[in-house]
C-alpha cells in the first residue's frame, strides 16, 4: 500500500476532527506547490486576495465566498501547526459530550459568526484588513465543550493537571491583552469564535441546537456522494443453502477481523497496523 492510499485509508475511518485536520492542511499544501510549481509570488498569484475575507464591503459582496474559505486558508506553516494542535485537542474533548454532526456544525457556525463580526467591526472603523486562518472555529469548539464541562480535569505537559475552564480562560485572557497590540483583526475573530461557542451551549441546554440545520446540509452532502446500489443479478436455484451458509461464515470472518484490527487502532492507533492489515482494511472500505 503507497502513502496516497494510507492517507486515503485514515481519512475513510478518521472522524470529523481528523477530516477538518485532512482539509485544512490539503488547502495549505495545494496553494503552497501551486506556488513553487508556477514560480510565482502573491504579488502576481495573489490567492489571499480571492479567498481570505475583506473587510472592505464593496470587495466582500463580488467575493462572498470568502466568509468560508477564509477559516480553510492560514498565514504559514507555523499558524497551520498551532491551529491543528489545538483542533486536535479541542475536538476529541467536544465528541466526549457531542455528536460529530454538532462538532462540524459547530466549527462552519463558529467560523461564519467569527468572520461576520469581523467583517462589520472593521468596515464600522474604517480599516481594511484580510482575515484567514482557523482560530475563531476552533475557539467556538474550545469554548462550547469548556462552557459544557468547566471542571473536567486535563493533564498539560510541564504543567500537570488543571481544569478545562483554567485553560479556555487563559487563551481568551491573552486575546483580549493583545488585541489592542496587532493582529487585531485574528484577535477579534477568536473572541467572536469564543463567544458563539458560549451562546450555542446555553441555547442547547434550552433546548436549541443551532447544528441541525448544518447537521442536515451535511447527511446531504454524504447521501449524494454515496454510490447507487446496483440492481443485483438474479439468483440461481442451484445449491442455495450451502452458498448462503459459505457467505455466512465469511462475512462473519471478515467483521470479526474488521473488529480486531478497529479495537488495535482504538488502542495504539492506526500506524501500529501492519502492512497486512492495512491493505485489508483498505479493501474492506472500498
Not at 134 to 156: C, K, N
Request: hydrophobic share 50%; aromatic share 16%; glycine share 8%.
Amino acid at each position: 500500500m503507497n502513502i496516497i492510499d494510507d492517507l486515503k485509508a485514515q481519512y475513510k475511518i478518521g472522524g470529523v476532527v481528523q477530516k477538518l485536520i485532512f482539509w485544512n492542511i490539503g488547502v495549505f499544501v495545494f496553494f503552497t506547490l501551486l506556488g513553487v510549481f508556477l514560480g510565482v509570488t502573491n504579488t502576481v498569484f495573489d490567492y489571499y486576495n480571492v479567498l481570505a475575507l475583506s473587510s472592505n464591503l464593496d470587495l466582500f459582496v463580488t467575493r462572498f465566498w470568502t466568509l468560508f474559505t477564509y477559516m480553510f486558508l492560514h498565514a504559514g506553516f507555523l499558524h497551520l501547526l498551532f491551529n491543528m494542535m489545538v483542533l486536535h485537542f479541542a475536538g476529541r474533548l467536544f465528541e466526549t459530550y457531542f455528536t460529530q454532526k454538532q462538532l462540524f456544525g459547530v466549527y462552519i457556525l463558529g467560523g461564519l459568526f467569527s468572520g461576520l463580526v469581523f467583517l462589520f467591526s472593521f468596515f464600522l472603523i474604517g480599516k481594511e484588513v484580510r482575515l484567514v486562518g482557523a482560530s475563531g472555529a476552533i475557539m467556538a469548539v474550545l469554548i462550547a465543550v469548556a462552557t459544557y464541562s468547566p471542571f473536567m480535569q486535563i493533564r498539560l505537559m510541564l504543567i500537570g493537571t488543571v481544569k478545562l475552564w483554567h485553560v479556555a480562560f487563559v487563551i481568551v485572557f491573552l486575546d483580549l491583552i493583545q488585541m489592542p497590540l496587532d493582529n487585531s483583526g485574528g484577535h477579534l475573530a477568536h473572541l467572536a469564535g469564543a463567544l458563539f461557542g458560549f451562546v450555542y451551549i446555553r441555547l442547547l441546554q434550552n433546548g436549541i441546537d443551532l447544528t441541525k440545520g448544518i447537521s442536515k446540509i451535511q447527511e446531504f452532502g454524504e447521501n449524494i456522494s454515496k454510490p447507487k446500489t446496483k440492481t443485483p443479478f438474479k439468483k440461481v436455484h442451484v445449491n442455495k443453502q450451502k452458498a448462503t451458509t459459505f457467505t455466512t461464515n465469511e462475512k462473519n470472518v471478515n467483521q470479526k477481523k474488521i473488529d480486531d484490527i478497529l479495537d488495535k487502532i482504538s488502542q495504539s492507533g492506526y500506524d501500529c497496523l501492519s502492512k497486512e492489515e492495512k491493505e485489508f482494511l483498505f479493501k474492506v472500505g472500498k
